[in-house]
Every structure is written in structure tokens, then in C-alpha cells.
């Protein structure tokens, strides 16, 4: 069973950064687009930032130039470095292939923007 670990998240006023990572396998990491997703209470959840294989990356519209997604060297861990936060960004993120297709997601890492 793939196991996705999300951690970085915690409570930040409006404007501020916080940079979340995601540990997986190396084969889940090493040979699939991957994703952050979020989901705001009442809300579906959402695609929020992807990175190929090849490291282009693409975002939402509602966080373009505010968050970057990248993989480190070793491609074993995926981050999203978010800045000038917005209270809009409140959400637990999660990380998965791009399209979802792990099909147990991780427990997700809770982000809170006060205003």
C-alpha cells in the first residue's frame, strides 16, 4: 500500500509563508506527474498545483505567483512553498499523482490563514 505523508502545515497570519513537503516512495515520486491538492471545509477538493516528470509545473489560477511546487534532488519528497498566504488558502492540502490515482490519500496537512 503507497503511503503519502503530508507535514509543514500550521496556523500563519495573512501574507505570511509556509512550506509544506510530502514524502512518498521513490517509484510513486520518480515516475508519475505529481500534485498538491486542497480541500476547504464545504468544499470539494481541489487541484491546486502540479509538477511532471520533467518538472514543468503548472497552478490554479487562485495561487499562481504565490505558491512554487517542486521535488528535491532525490526526488523522494514534493513540496509547495506558499507566500503572501491569503485567509482563502485555508484548507487541509494533500499530495498525489496528477490525476489522483493513489487511491488512499494521506492524512493531509491543515493550514489556517487568519486575516
Known amino acids: 500500500q503507497v503511503q503519502l505523508v503530508e507535514s509543514g502545515g500550521g496556523l500563519v497570519q495573512a501574507g505570511g509563508s509556509l512550506r509544506l513537503s510530502c514524502s512518498a516512495s521513490e517509484k510513486v515520486l520518480n515516475f508519475n506527474d505529481m500534485g498538491w491538492y486542497r480541500q476547504a471545509p464545504g468544499n470539494q477538493r481541489e487541484l491546486v498545483a502540479t509538477?511532471?516528470?520533467?518538472?514543468?509545473?503548472n497552478y490554479a489560477d487562485s495561487v499562481k505567483d504565490r505558491f512554487t511546487i517542486s521535488r528535491d534532488g532525490a526526488w523522494r519528497m514534493l513540496y509547495l512553498q506558499m507566500n503572501n498566504l491569503k485567509s482563502e488558502d485555508t484548507a487541509v492540502y494533500y499530495c498525489?499523482?496528477?490525476?489522483?490515482?493513489?487511491?488512499?490519500w494521506g492524512q493531509g496537512t491543515q493550514v489556517t490563514v487568519s486575516s
Open positions: 498525489n499523482t496528477s490525476p489522483a490515482t493513489i487511491h488512499f
Open positions: 509538477i511532471t516528470i520533467g518538472g514543468t509545473t
